[in-house]
């Protein structure tokens, strides 16, 4: 550092320093700007996700009761249906034989 005159070599530092401590200044702000968009970004994508779950899942209960019901309306029409049957062997049987009944 002869090229510059008493205490150069201590200016030329502090200018090196400072440079250095502008880049680091200029790329942590940098990196919390990104950070700040990609957390806002995760956030939306968190209640997008949940808003859907909620979605699904009341969709679902809502078909587990509507399976209910229809599983108890197929054993009412399978109860009638035994009982049409044996009407139908009834009068059936009352042709055959109109003087047994």
Same mark, same amino acid.
């Given at each position: 550092?002869?090229? $510059? ?6 200016? !030329?530092?502090?200018? =090196?320093?400072? !440079?250095?401590?502008?880049?680091? *200044? ?30 699904? =899942?009341?969709?679902?209960?809502? *078909?587990? *009761? ?20 044996? *009407? $139908? ?5 009352? !042709? ?6």
């Amino acid at each position: 550092m002869e090229f $510059l005159p008493n205490g150069g070599a201590g200016i !030329l530092v502090a200018l =090196i320093s400072m !440079l250095s401590s502008l880049a680091t *200044q200029k790329a942590s702000s940098r990196a919390s700007r990104i950070e700040k968009r990609e957390s806002g970004r995760l956030a939306m994508e968190n209640e997008a996700y949940i808003r859907a779950r909620n979605f699904d =899942i009341e969709t679902i209960k809502r *078909q587990a *009761q509507m399976l209910s019901e229809l599983r108890i309306d197929i054993d009412t029409c399978r109860d009638e249906t035994r009982e049409l049957r044996s *009407q $139908l062997k009834a009068c059936e049987e009352a !042709l055959k034989n109109p003087e047994g009944g």
